[in-house]
């Protein structure tokens, strides 16, 4: 179908295609009326563009959704998903029209918002604005790192999908969205395109009356290039897609002109057409306006026949690069040998034993012993990539012998991501997403407020990201309350299906790796800036200790009269408590609890060996917020926590002013009310 010669299309391509939008806008007036919610404005508007890209321009196999060297497209207006479910079903994915029938109903194929993972053919979870945009960044820039490493002379495209993101106004304010373009722009990404349905239209009413700044120039100052493309002119997209083919060299922006809720006789272009159904009578009108029949969920029977042809050339095209894939899997065994090993997220049988031969000094910041682990995984583990958010000499994150990524050049493993934590966080979903990459980001914890709702995402949709967030206390000092995280594990901890590890020391540093690389999940490792020693008993294997969540540090020598729960660099100091009030002849058993989420996971007679029956007084210590720790220690537990925000003052005042000290502790469990 394609014609390309001249850049215009033919009449029999300009209908078939104006056919499909067509069916798009009835398909997506229909499911919205059918649920009495939904978003049908974007479908409608950007229906020629739905059709152009799914019926004509994307490189890929509905029936091989996976296929490495597909285009990709990702909906980050996600509010608009019936333009993407439309999309899918007519071009052959498994999705079926009864699914689209059944659209944001329970347990449907076809949630209100794109969800990864739920539906096949989205390729990533959006709706929260602007985040889906830094995950196209996040695989376009994969696929960067991937040609860099694989290709060779004779092969050079095995990697050469590009990915193509639909944003809205909202996601173009939200300001992740200025984060993420800007460092594509700095890095030069050729394979990146991002269109703009520029409807001037916003939820609220129009987009003038919030905003009436010059995204094309903004986007020109990042290094794109920016195109603006009437949203219904055929001929103008086939010229501007064809070049966009062959001849992009950087990110490119289109300013797509659009008329939200296009042919709704009344409520086109209007704010009305944004968020809610068009009501019955209007769909009526609209159908008629159109000369579409008022049959819901009509597909007409020339566009199914055409996508099914396409379908077949679709799945010839994987064929045939398949066959150049086998070819190079034959010339660069040892490169097909390293891609297996990434695209499986390859660990080592022996990997435990080969951290536990890593030597690490002590007294150490577990940051630092997390910096040593890290040299060793990166040596190792090919998947790995990871970046920081300008803080790499401090939170630790730099991979040393691999060198940085720069612009126009991903040999590198280490990207230096800036002060941009949000977009941080959505690249490295985006990244993940790719498949053969396990990412990793760092920043201090506090700031991981910054990136929380990216992080968030890479939970609902089990994205396999690792956070390592250093200075994780008050403990950090002079810095401040500003700085001191008081707040911030509890909210991470209540994160549904995110794991949040805090190791006490070096081995249970070296364990809580082990756990994030085997966990099909986001990871968050939270770690110290001040030294803590070696404990003892911390060096039992991966699953009998860390792997386990909680287990028991320390016994009883005595009939038991407290238990103390810790987390963390406030371990050590329940230890010190723990023998001190030994000595006084008070039994105290400590539990060293790195991760919660794990340890709520295990069997009930596990659990109920470590934190079941009568465990004497209940203690919590850390130097946090007390929420969640209840769970554990009962109504009538003492939680040695904090009550407020910290304070500018050294390390040790802190201790002194909050009462993390060993005998402020125990006057409090001996002598307190």
Not at 108 to 116: A, I, L, V
Not at 130 to 144: D, R
Not at 305 to 324: D, H, I, N, V
Not at 463 to 475: E, K
Request: with cysteine; glycine share 10%.
């Amino acid at each position: 179908m394609q014609n390309r010669d001249n850049g215009l299309m033919d009449q029999e391509q300009k209908k078939i295609v104006a056919k499909i939008a067509a069916t798009i806008r009835g398909l997506s007036m229909d499911a919205v009326e059918k649920a009495k919610s939904g978003h049908p404005g974007l479908p409608m508007g950007c229906a020629e563009l739905g059709a152009y890209l799914y019926g004509k321009e994307l490189r890929h196999n509905p029936k091989n959704p996976r296929w490495i060297n597909r285009d990709r497209f990702v909906l980050s207006a996600g509010h608009g998903s019936m333009l993407l479910y439309s999309c899918l079903h007519l071009a052959g994915f498994d999705l079926s029209l009864e699914e689209l029938r059944n659209f944001r109903q329970l347990h449907s194929k076809t949630p209100g918002h794109p969800e990864y993972g739920h539906t096949v053919g989205v390729e990533a979870t959006t709706g929260p604005l602007g985040q889906g945009v830094g995950n196209a960044v996040g695989m376009a820039l994969g696929m960067k790192f991937l040609a860099r490493k694989f290709h060779r002379p004779g092969f050079e495209d095995l990697f050469t999908g590009k990915v193509f993101c639909l944003a809205g106004d909202g996601c173009i304010m939200e300001g992740v969205s200025s984060e993420v373009s800007s460092l594509a722009g700095h890095l030069q990404l050729d394979n990146l395109v991002l269109i703009y349905d520029a409807n001037h239209i916003c939820l609220d009413g129009p987009l003038a009356e919030c905003c009436s700044e010059d995204t094309k120039k903004r986007y020109e100052a990042y290094g794109w290039d920016v195109v603006e493309l009437d949203g219904y002119d055929l001929d103008a997209m086939e010229m501007l897609f064809g070049a966009l083919r062959g001849e992009q060299k950087r990110p490119q922006l289109i300013v797509l002109r659009t008329i939200i809720g296009k042919g709704s006789p009344h409520k086109a272009g209007s704010h009305h057409a944004h968020g809610a159904p068009l009501g019955p009578e209007e769909v009526k009108e609209t159908k008629e306006a159109m000369g579409w029949p008022q049959e819901p969920f009509y597909v007409p029977q020339v566009v199914t026949t055409y996508f099914a042809e396409r379908l077949r050339s679709s799945e010839a095209l994987e064929l045939a690069w398949q066959s150049k894939w086998n070819s190079w899997k034959n010339s660069f065994p040892d490169l097909a040998a390293e891609w297996g090993r990434m695209q499986n997220h390859y660990l080592p049988e022996d990997l435990e034993a080969q951290l536990d031969k890593l030597e690490i000094k002590s007294p150490i910041a577990s940051r630092s012993s997390s910096y040593a682990v890290l040299q060793q995984l990166g040596k190792i583990l090919p998947q790995l990539i990871g970046g920081s958010a300008d803080l790499s000499g401090s939170d630790m994150t730099m991979m040393k012998d691999f060198p940085l990524v720069k612009p126009g050049d991903f040999q590198g493993r280490n990207i230096k991501y800036g002060v941009r934590e949000f977009g941080m966080g959505t690249i490295a979903n985006g990244l993940s997403l790719l498949g053969p990459f396990r990412p990793y980001v760092g920043t201090f914890l506090t700031f991981s407020d910054y990136m929380r709702n990216a992080i968030r995402l890479a939970a609902l949709s089990h994205y396999p990201v690792i956070y390592q967030f250093t200075h994780d206390s008050i403990f950090l000092g002079e810095d401040g309350p500003t700085h001191q995280p008081v707040e911030h594990l509890a909210a991470l901890r209540a994160i549904p299906n995110l794991h949040l590890i805090r190791p006490a020391d070096s081995n249970e540093v070296k364990r809580a790796w082990l756990a994030a690389l085997h966990y099909e999940g986001p990871t968050a490792i939270v770690l110290s800036r001040q030294s803590l020693p070696l404990l003892s008993g911390t060096e039992r294997s991966y699953k009998e200790g860390v792997g386990r969540g909680a287990y028991i540090l320390k016994k009883e020598k005595n009939p038991l009269r407290f238990t103390l729960f810790s987390s963390g660099s406030e371990v050590s100091l329940a230890l010190e408590v723990a023998e001190r009030l030994e000595a006084m002849g008070k039994g105290v058993r400590v539990i060293s609890m790195p991760c919660s989420e794990l340890f709520d996971r295990q069997d009930s007679s596990y659990r109920n060996e470590i934190v079941g029956g009568d465990l004497g007084v209940r203690v919590a210590i850390e130097a946090a917020v007390e929420l969640g720790w209840h769970k554990y220690i009962g109504t009538e537990g003492v939680a040695i926590c904090m009550e407020g925000f910290g304070l500018s003052a050294p390390a040790a005042d802190l201790a002194q002013e909050f009462g993390f000290q060993a005998d402020a502790i125990i006057e409090r469990l001996l002598y307190s009310k």
